[in-house]
C-alpha cells in the first residue's frame, strides 16, 4: 500500500505537475500574442507621425526645388 502511494506521489510530481505547468505557460501566451490595447494605440500614433513627417518632408523638397533646382547635385 506504501509503495502505491509513493508510485502516485512520484507520477504526479514527475509527470502531471509539469504537464499541467507546461499546458497552463502555453495557453497564457496565445492569449497574449497579439497587440494590446495601448501597443495598438502606440503604434497607430507612430504611423500618424511618420505619415506627417513625410508630408513635410515633401513639402521642404518642394520649397527648395524652387528656390534652388540644383540642391540635389550639391549633397
Do not use: C
Amino acid at each position: 500500500m506504501e509503495a502505491a502511494l509513493i508510485t502516485l506521489f512520484v507520477a504526479l510530481g514527475f509527470v502531471v505537475l509539469p504537464l499541467v505547468a507546461v499546458l497552463h505557460y502555453v495557453t497564457k501566451w496565445k492569449a497574449t500574442r497579439g497587440l494590446s490595447e495601448n501597443e495598438e494605440k502606440i503604434l497607430e500614433d507612430l504611423w500618424r507621425d511618420g505619415q506627417r513627417m513625410e508630408q513635410r518632408l515633401s513639402a521642404l523638397e518642394a520649397i527648395l526645388e524652387s528656390d534652388s533646382p540644383d540642391w540635389r547635385k550639391r549633397l
